[in-house]
T-cell receptor, first 116, second 116 residues
């Protein structure tokens, strides 16, 4: 079974450009999460999808970030326009259920984003 | 606000030596607690978790962790470290009040280096 896959693994862009990150969750997982780790700090929650619906987007830093999950399968996270402080590693995770203690997150290996 | 502290940013141990990674949390009630590991180029992998019951939790790869309510700690231990344990380790809690058990709060991570 394939794990959570993220594309690209690395992205280097200039300030002001647009970047789109993609996450393919494990097939059948309704829950999809985006997390971000900036500058070696702690990993922080960005948002949570249940199927195609945004369940919780309280961690999204500002309106330059747009996440979508059309059809409830893969998800994209677009940053437009990118700023220097957006540099970091963006992780995606999925889970088949969010039933409390039964929930288990499966993480992708992340996208390293560098904004120059 | 809830928080997780990993006091040690970097730890170096000799292969075969014992290991203890510290984790303290700030939370109003007993949280759900986790330890994750990230090896280079890999996604975060769950080592173990604590929800309730026995405060000594066994995980994968020979790791264990002990929940100590009086100290608000959840330290990770391993009696004998292997070179393959070199990785970054993250302690995390679930923000129970949000009703979202996939919304983790992470510590800053501890990088483990293993000397031959």
């Amino acid at each position: 079974e394939a794990g959570v896959t993220q594309f690209p693994s690395h992205s280097v862009i200039e300030k002001g450009q647009t970047v789109t990150l993609r996450c393919d969750p494990i097939s059948g997982h309704d829950n999809l999460y985006w997390y971000r780790r900036v500058m070696g700090k702690e990993i922080k929650f960005l948002l949570h999808f249940v199927k195609e619906s945004k369940q919780d987007e309280s961690g999204m830093p500002n309106n330059r970030f747009l996440a979508e999950r059309t059809g409830g399968t893969y998800s994209t996270l677009k940053v437009q326009p990118a700023e220097l402080e957006d540099s970091g590693v963006y992780f995606c995770a999925s889970s088949p259920t969010n039933k409390g203690r039964d929930e288990k997150l499966f993480f992708g290996s992340g996208t390293q984003l560098s904004v120059l | 606000a809830q928080s997780v502290t990993q006091p040690d940013i970097h730890i170096t141990v000799s292969e075969g030596a014992s290991l203890e990674l510290r984790c303290n949390y700030s939370y109003g009630a007993t949280p759900y607690l986790f330890w994750y590991v990230q090896s280079p180029g890999q996604g975060l992998q769950l080592l173990l978790k604590y929800f309730s019951g026995d405060t000594l939790v066994q995980g994968i790869k020979g790791f264990e962790a002990e929940f100590k309510r009086s100290q608000s700690s959840f330290n990770l231990r391993k009696p004998s470290v292997h070179w393959s344990d070199a990785a970054e380790y993250f302690c995390a809690v679930v923000l129970l009040g949000s009703g979202n058990t996939g919304k983790l709060i992470f510590g800053q991570g501890t990088t483990l280096q293993v000397k031959p």
